[in-house]
């Protein structure tokens, strides 16, 4: 019984690290909705993290940002970001955190211009 409330207790806190996600801030923020389509997008990181790959989907169009000018393992990225119009945009992002663990994770915005 002990060895099985330990496995369970073990998995729960696996899941539950897995399941964090070490971004903290986004602009635009998650779910906003904007006037106009903006220049850049801005990730904010509760540690370092070195982005391998940020896409960015809108309608049926689907674009990688361009992460070249990172070096390293940093907390803040700004992101050069093509304007693609009105509607909905999905940013869906991977990287690899200071202690080499994969993340992922993403967020999402609107532009009503």
Excluded at 15 to 22: E, I, L, N, Q, R
């Amino acid at each position: 019984m002990r060895k099985t409330l330990m496995a369970g207790v073990m998995t729960l806190w696996a899941a539950s690290a897995w399941g964090h996600s070490p971004l903290e801030a986004t602009a635009p923020a998650h779910q906003a909705t904007l006037a106009g389509v903006p220049n850049e997008i801005v990730m904010r990181f509760d540690g370092n993290i070195r982005l391998t790959r940020v896409t960015l989907t809108h309608a049926a169009q689907e674009a990688d940002l361009d992460l070249t000018g990172f070096d390293g393992f940093i907390s803040n990225y700004t992101i050069p970001m093509p304007s693609m119009g009105a509607g909905a945009y999905f940013i869906e992002w991977r990287g690899l955190g200071d202690d080499g663990h994969p993340m992922k994770g993403s967020f999402s915005f609107t532009v009503k211009e």
